[in-house]
Structures are given as structure tokens and as C-alpha cells.
């Protein structure tokens, strides 16, 4: 059986994750969802990311190791799925807003790969905008 939306359900196994205070969480792989994590370590929410190739499981695994900060609270406070199969959320570059007063990030997915709200507004490139997460 398929999965409707995989990039919803990599948000709920690191949403998940980081409520039950685990270190790390197995993801199936795809090469969007290795973007999504590439931004969220460049970004300081998660600590790392690999992609694992395990005999067990028939297709590749990003294993996500989270970050925690020094009392032991998740970095990831939230993250919200904006753009779904059912009802795609495209922006232009000045339309993004800032979420939480900027403490927070917006993943855009644009013609020049995935990558912040601030980024696409320095490039002047929207997209679709595919979460948000504080």
C-alpha cells in the first residue's frame, strides 16, 4: 500500500521523536524528504542525517538523530504540514510570511531546490510552500 503523503508523515515520525525524547528515528527515504532534512540541519533543529541502506528493509532509511537542548527539552517546539496533496499552497517570494515573529522557519519547495522562506526571498524565487516548524 502507498503512502498518500510521505512528507506529512516524516513530520510525524520526527514530531513523534521528539516528544518521547528519542535520539534517533529511521525514516523510509526520498530524495525531498533527504532536502527537508538537509535544511532543517543547516538550520540548527535537527543534529544529523544519513542515509542508510539496512538488509532488513527493502528500501533506504534516512536515520535522523534529533537535537536536544541542555535540558534535555526538544528543539523542534512544532511543526505544521501547509501544503498537502489535496490542496497545494504555492507563494511568490514577497507573499511568505515569518512564522513565529521569526523564531520559527518556512520550507519552500522552488525551481531551485528546497530551501527557507529567507533564502527564496534573497533569491527572489517562490514556491510551494511545504511546512513550517518552530
Not at 26 to 48: Q, T, W, Y
Not at 65 to 86: C, E, F, M, W
Not at 108 to 131: L, W, Y
Request: aromatic share 2%; with cysteine.
Amino acid at each position: 500500500m502507498s503512502m498518500s503523503d510521505p512528507i506529512a508523515d516524516l513530520l510525524t515520525r520526527l514530531r513523534n521523536a521528539a516528544k518521547t525524547g528519542r535520539t534517533t528515528v529511521d525514516i523510509p527515504a526520498s530524495r525531498v524528504k533527504e532536502n527537508i532534512c538537509a535544511v532543517l540541519k543547516k538550520e540548527g533543529f535537527i543534529r544529523d542525517y544519513t542515509l542508510t541502506d539496512e538488509v532488513q528493509k527493502p528500501h533506504a532509511q534516512l536515520r535522523v538523530t534529533l537535537k536536544y537542548a541542555p535540558d534535555n527539552t526538544p528543539v523542534i517546539q512544532g511543526l505544521r504540514r501547509i501544503s498537502r496533496p489535496s490542496l497545494r499552497v504555492h507563494s511568490s517570494a514577497r507573499e511568505i510570511r515569518p512564522v513565529r515573529s521569526g523564531l520559527g522557519i518556512t520550507i519552500v519547495s522552488t525551481p531551485q531546490g528546497v530551501m527557507t522562506a529567507k533564502q527564496a526571498r534573497a533569491a527572489k524565487v517562490g514556491g510551494e510552500i511545504i511546512c513550517e516548524v518552530w
